[in-house]
């Protein structure tokens, strides 16, 4: 199978390299910054294209893996393609592509992608959706190669995942910069945290998060969380923070 | 040294293990409720009391470790002690003890505690303090064998401890949860989400969070945000909270 991947970004990259691991044949890069298109390309031996006029048209699969804003243009500059064309992103509906191509789809990993850190694909889970049987059977067999893991997911489903991995994601990342924010400010490491850090999310490896709450708010200890408060008084951002997300637990079924 | 606990919740319950486990000479645990002292008592080879007169006088060391707010009554009790009088909390206040003792001190592990789930003491963060070098010595022996992290902390600086903590467990545990509760309402399971979990954590172990940060407000997506925040149209509680935590990141120095 002939693989074309549109982008150079996080997603691409990571992406990249794992079909390269698992010896799928991808035969071109695209970027528009062709510089970009040629650093990914040279690590995993395929050819760097700047300008979409260079694309392969007979290829079998096209993975678009660009900002979501960016989706729709680049699918308009693909129309002589005969091959499955699919995007990797969790809001997009697959109908930006299925308007313009017969062999649409989706492969969305839901997964966290640095530059700066490698991650096991393995354990990324991949949420496939495609405008037929035969399409969805490819990405099926594609996705089992690269992730243990594989939802078969209509847009409906995926976009709340994306909605949920939000809050189990970008936000518990952000709450933990404002944790290192109050540490710095009174000369301590983000070191001393991180064991807890690491403690808090293995913990909901194997239970339910609702189940295994700590702290003050869940006990309902409003001694605490008063001192808490009042030692935020100097930063009204953190304090309504606080406020927002105590209320939130105390309002938790048990 | 001959140790007296003082509670059998989920710090003192995973304190006495770890205690026994490296050969500490744990006499005593107390606790209100004789059944639940008899337990942990039992399970490291001590002797159980559920009454306060029955406490040994000539212990070298009492670790108190129960809620914040029943420290004090406790301490009042152990007046006829000779040893080293302790508390486990992160926010209470070393005078507390030393009001009533000469030897006084704080052995502060800075850890999320379940009795479910098992720890491994040697990655959990002691925060120390103590009325006199020579109390905090004792002190110092004892943390630097159960864990490679020993921090000698005063009590500011552990009560700003116990606030970033907060942050970086109790509320991003807490949003796990709320994730949780969307996927449900949508029939999708918590294990999709389990590995972006890991991941998120996994990643500040070698990068600082601010540095790492992903997801529509880092990058300013108005769309996707406002779809956001219109599939939460009937939770106003995770709206408010998806508005709050997003403006916080959007205002986060780069």
Do not use: W
Not at 22 to 44: C, H, M, R, T, W
Not at 72 to 99: N, P, Q, W, Y
């Amino acid at each position: 199978m002939e693989i074309v991947l549109l982008g150079s970004g996080n997603v691409a990259t990571h992406l990249a390299k794992a079909l390269k691991a698992k010896g799928e044949n991808v035969v071109q890069v695209y970027s528009p910054n062709l510089v970009n298109a040629k650093l990914l390309a040279n690590s995993i031996a395929a050819e760097a294209i700047g300008d979409l006029n260079a694309i392969k048209t007979d290829a079998d699969l096209y993975i678009i893996s660009v900002k979501d804003d960016a989706i729709e243009s680049i699918a308009e500059r693909l129309k002589a393609v005969s091959g499955l064309v699919v995007h990797t992103s969790g809001t997009t509906d697959i109908k930006v592509l299925s308007a313009q191509f017969k062999k649409a789809g989706v492969f969305y990993p839901l997964q966290t992608f640095s530059k700066a850190k490698e991650v096991d694909f393995d354990r990324i889970p991949l949420c496939i959706e495609a405008t037929d049987a035969v399409q969805l059977e490819v990405l099926h067999k594609l996705a089992a190669k690269l992730s243990q893991q594989v939802y078969e997911l209509d847009g409906e489903k995926r976009k709340v995942l994306h909605l949920a991995a939000v809050f189990a994601c970008n936000f518990p990342n952000h709450l933990y910069a404002l944790a290192n924010q109050i540490l710095q400010q009174n000369g301590l490491d983000f070191e001393i945290i991180r064991p807890l850090i690491a403690e808090t999310a293995d913990k909901v490896m194997n239970n339910l998060p609702e189940n295994v709450q700590t702290g003050p708010a869940v006990r309902a200890d409003e001694t605490t969380m008063n001192k808490h408060l009042s030692m935020l008084k100097d930063m009204p951002e953190l304090q309504e923070i606080y406020q927002t997300l105590s209320n939130s637990i105390k309002l938790m079924p048990k």
